[in-house]
């Protein structure tokens, strides 16, 4: 069966459609259940089952670039001028090694700065040609989204830092595990929550906002 989302609810107006152009993923991520729950990627529908006469899309596929389906879609979205935004992300492993995905990228509508993902220190070299290649096929807006998942903070900070470098946007994510009950330290909420809120992460350093919100905590509130 297939799962779009085309659901317009009275109490709200909307002038984007929502879908899935391909289910399931390529990749077998320990903090992701797409997987588990819908295998091997998959075609899943045609953009014109579900845009009807809307001119934007958010699409809602774990890994479209990985299946030639999904390839083929964004040729037709890009033929139909629809705007979009793929909003789990593009996977960068893919990107930096085709030039040809990159070129087709580049001629997409884009609803919100492309977003891709720095899950841990292995995607770094592969987010940089990313980066790289997209801004040099003037892929816009230029400043684009990137997911970080934070597991260890020493890490997370060298990717943020990374993100910065290359003047893209940071989303912090906390690690989360679905087979253990286990809570997210505190340390790890107060990071994402420094990477998130923009206007503090651009002005005070992750060292001087941890010991100040660490030591200013008040019952289970915490400054900033």
Known sequence: MKL???????????????????????????????SKKEGNIKEN????????NKKEAIL??????????????????IRLGIKIDFNQGLDCRIISKDIEIVKLLSKVKWLKPLRMALDNENQI????KSIELLRQYKTTPKNYFIYVLVKNIKSALKRINICKKYN???F????MDFKKDIKVLSETKRFCRWVNHKAIFRSVEWKDYNNKTRHNQIGQFELF
């Open 4 to 34: 779009n989302i085309y659901v317009q609810i009275i109490l709200y107006i909307t002038y984007q459609a929502y879908g899935f152009l391909t289910r399931g993923c390529i990749r077998k991520c320990s903090f992701c259940i797409v």
């Open 45 to 52: 529908a045609d953009i014109e089952e579900f845009i009807d």
């Open 168 to 170: 893209v946007d940071p």
């Open 125 to 128: 070299d592969p987010l940089i």
């Open 172 to 175: 912090a994510q906390p690690y």
């Open 60 to 77: 809602l596929d774990n890994n479209v670039i990985a299946h030639n389906y999904g390839l083929k879609q964004i040729e037709k979205i």
